[in-house]
């Protein structure tokens, strides 16, 4: 299954080509947003439902049949009981032509405002974000909350996640435990840099590998005790039984790769609300028998969700992880090379 994380990205810029279907007559908002206290930029999707008189794709890339022109669209700030910590005014604003599908890929607008002037580590905990969207031919009000995650966080007991090298070989010291709230989805990913040198040139390459916790899993207990006699919902331990075997299963050999260079090893760690994952998951299971999108949007349409992520410092081999790379039972076929 793939990871979440592209996602934040494609709802934005590419072109969805799945058809609503809606009641004869009504227009529905279909609004797409997914936000960050990290954001320099909020931007969402709004777009319409409409029904096609004639040929579908003619109408499909008519600019007029997609876009709510003059919407009035607010974004705003708020505690766990409703009080307004802010409200910011989204705009039409053109953006990058989207790319080919059924739908008009030019022009390609969307609603955007600048953040919210807070530091959103000292707002009480529950504060949310909440979308109201306003378009002069709908029925009523559309309108979505999210509740703003808790900054990501990894856990290391030894300080691990500080070193600029790490060592395969002191299993005790290499676990990263991974911090996980129960009301929100945590995705952990490690990103495995190399090269491989093929047609006389060096072709950047990477693998990522993935954990997911859902909703509701349980977190790490109890504080009391010392960081490393926690219990944690999931933790990766960064040595040579879990590192080599991962590197052997994701790097095929290929005839054509003469060798190969170890760039370095990434650590992120991403937390959404549980929209976000509900919305995912569901699309992942729909049927011919089943077919209805997961949605949080009242009077309408589509998915408004927050996250947040984290990116640790990468981390290189030492001399000793290195050589067992190159040459070790697991990877020693996968030609890597201790050279510049």
């Known amino acids: 299954m793939k990871s979440l994380i592209p996602i934040l990205f494609l709802l934005l810029c590419s072109c969805k080509n ?10 529905l908002p ?6 960050s206290p990290q954001d320099s930029v909020y931007r969402i999707r709004l777009t319409r439902s409409f029904l096609a ?17 003059n919407a009035d669209v607010r974004l705003q700030l708020r505690t766990a009981d409703g009080g307004i910590i802010g409200e910011k005014e989204m705009k039409l604003t053109q953006i990058e032509d989207k790319t080919d599908g059924l739908f ?35 029925d009523s009000t559309a309108s979505a909350q999210s509740k703003i995650p808790e900054e990501p966080e990894l856990l290391s007991a030894l300080g691990l996640l500080t ?10 010291r290499n676990v990263v435990l991974i911090k996980h709230v129960r009301e929100f989805y945590t995705e952990f ?19 990522v590998y993935t954990r997911k916790i859902m909703p509701g899993e349980p977190q790490y207990y109890p504080e009391g005790q010392p960081l490393w006699r926690r219990e944690y919902p999931d933790s990766i331990y960064l040595d040579e039984a879990f590192m080599y075997p991962l590197i052997s299963n994701r790097i095929n050999e290929d005839p054509e790769v003469t060798s190969r260079q170890f760039k370095e090893i ?37 998915l408004f969700a927050s996250y947040w992520t984290m990116t640790y410092p990468a ?18 076929n996968l030609k890597f090379r201790n050279w510049e």
């Not at 279909?30 to 936000?35: A, H, M, P």
């Not at 990913?189 to 693998?207: G, N, T």
Request: aromatic letters at 16%; glycine letters at 6%; hydrophobic letters at 35%.
């Open 18 to 27: 799945d058809l609503e279907v809606i009641q004869p007559g009504k227009t």
């Open 30 to 35: 279909i609004i797409y947003g997914l936000v």
């Open 53 to 69: 008189e004639g040929d579908i794709e003619t109408v499909a890339r008519n600019p007029d049949s997609l876009y709510f022109y």
């Open 104 to 138: 008009v890929t030019h022009p390609n607008y969307i609603y955007q405002c600048n953040p919210f002037d807070v530091s959103f580590k000292d707002l009480p905990a529950g504060a949310e974000f909440n979308l109201i969207v306003e378009v002069p031919d709908a």
């Open 163 to 172: 070193k600029s090298t790490v060592n395969l070989f002191h299993f005790t």
């Open 189 to 207: 990913e490690l990103i495995f840099r190399y090269s491989e040198y093929r047609l006389d040139s060096w072709v950047p390459k990477e693998f």
């Open 266 to 302: 990434e650590l992120r760690v991403f937390n959404a609300d549980a929209e976000f994952a509900n919305y995912y998951y569901a699309g992942q299971y729909l049927t011919d028998y089943n077919n209805q999108n997961y949605s949080n949007i009242i009077n309408g349409l589509g």
């Open 315 to 332: 981390m290189n081999l030492n001399n000793q992880s290195m050589d067992s790379l190159c040459s070790g039972r697991f990877t020693k």
